[in-house]
């Protein structure tokens, strides 16, 4: 098992920043590629970026390239989201998910077993 703790949103205006934190316990954290999801209300969750388990790897989904930046500490057990020039449409509940284990990556929401609880994102305009 793998327990996963997002922290770090928040409210914020239009081209504000914020800097997500999802902490991990439980197996060997640096065994797990690691992604972030948002759901938006009235929509499904999607993705928005990943990040090997080296962390030498990253994804991101289009509409935040260049914007977010995914890194992770595995001495520290944590993989972080850095958001900037956040925009009112990336208003959303954001999740860290841990990758199954063997895959380097995946956008694909049913290949994440672990999940955590999520922390909300709001931006105004």
């Known amino acids: 098992q793998v327990q996963l703790v997002e922290s770090g949103g928040g409210s914020v205006q239009h081209g504000g920043s914020l800097r997500l934190s999802c902490a991990a316990s439980?197996?060997?954290?640096?065994?797990?590629?690691m992604g972030w999801f948002r759901q938006a209300p009235g929509k499904e969750r999607e993705f928005v970026g990943s990040?090997?388990?080296?962390?030498?790897?990253?994804y991101y989904t289009d509409s935040v390239k260049g914007r977010f930046t995914i890194s992770r500490d595995n001495a520290k057990n944590t993989v972080y989201l850095e958001m900037n020039n956040l925009r009112p449409e990336d208003t959303a509940v954001y999740y860290c998910?841990?990758?199954?284990?063997?895959?380097?990556?995946?956008?694909?929401?049913?290949?994440?077993?672990?999940w955590g609880q999520g922390t909300q994102v709001t931006v105004s305009s």
């Open positions: 439980g197996r060997t954290f640096n065994n797990y590629a």
């Open positions: 998910g841990a990758l199954r284990y063997g895959l380097r990556w995946s956008c694909r929401l049913w290949d994440y077993d672990y």
């Open positions: 990040i090997s388990w080296s962390g030498t790897s990253t």
